[in-house]
């Protein structure tokens, strides 16, 4: 690999040889033979950690882009946004949480929201929902409509404005906010496709990425975390999921064997 070739947020790159591994290397050249490239989560450091009053050693969380992890009750994420977090502590703060849980976002000892690029929320306990069940795309679905409802009271975040991300840019061309720039192959077909749409109402506060950040509790209504927030129709969310599971018919309904000769 050429000289940054493999670099990751918040991520350490490794490489390995036939001489042997080398590492941690941030992207840099690796002269190798049959080198090949792994990344392994950067843990905070302890003046993150200290940041916000944590001791003891921080554990690597699993889901997500597997770069969260666990220290004194907190979530520590790596490429934060502190006006996100502003956001999500004082708007999405204040709702009334109504069949759903929210991680609340922890400043640091010095009223910050952002340590040396890392943000930390309050841990929620759950567990993914069964993705290959009907029962556990109902609980994701049921989640998201509750969290829902309560956003329908939020303005436009204005931080939504400033974003240059290429999703955010994909939104504004999406809904209409911005000229749809599409490759000339592509035109006709989109110029068709969009004569089939219908509007889906007005548009509000959504979690634009719904289907993985969803947690269980049996005894507690299900969590909702690592919001993305964006301004579209409440309708939006339902669209984006992937289809349920397939499920068998039962044996009572399967096709007759073909007769053997």
Not at 55 to 75: D, I, K
Not at 112 to 133: F, H, K, M, N, Q
Request: proline share 10%; net charge positive.
């Amino acid at each position: 690999p050429r000289a940054g070739a493999a670099t990751a947020v918040g991520c350490e790159v490794w490489g390995w040889g036939r001489a042997g591994a080398w590492g941690p290397a941030y992207g840099a050249w690796c002269a190798g033979w049959e080198t090949s490239w792994v990344t392994r989560p950067r843990a905070p450091s302890r003046a993150v950690l200290a940041s916000l009053g944590c001791v003891g050693t921080p554990r690597l969380l699993g889901g997500g882009q597997g770069t969260s992890w666990l220290a004194g009750g907190l979530v520590f994420k790596p490429g934060a946004d502190a006006e996100l977090q502003r956001w999500l502590a004082h708007d999405l703060g204040a709702l009334e949480c109504g069949g759903f849980r929210l991680a609340d976002p922890i400043p640091t000892l010095s009223g910050t929201w952002v340590c040396e690029g890392w943000c930390a929320d309050r841990y929620l306990s759950g567990s993914e929902p069964d993705r290959s069940a009907l029962s556990g795309w109902r609980a994701i679905l049921g989640a998201g409509r509750a969290f829902h409802r309560s956003t329908a009271q939020l303005s436009r975040p204005a931080f939504l404005d400033q974003r240059t991300d290429r999703w955010a840019i994909a939104d504004r061309m999406a809904w209409g906010e911005r000229p749809l720039s599409v490759a000339a192959e592509l035109a006709e077909l989109v110029r068709r496709l969009g004569t089939a749409l219908t509007a889906l109402g007005a548009s509000q506060v959504i979690h634009g990425d719904l289907s993985g950040h969803v947690l269980l509790e049996r005894t507690q209504p299900p969590a909702t975390i690592d919001i993305a927030p964006s301004w579209t129709p409440r309708a939006t969310p339902d669209g984006i999921l992937p289809p349920p599971p397939r499920t068998r018919p039962p044996a009572s309904a399967a096709p007759p064997a073909h007769p053997t000769h």
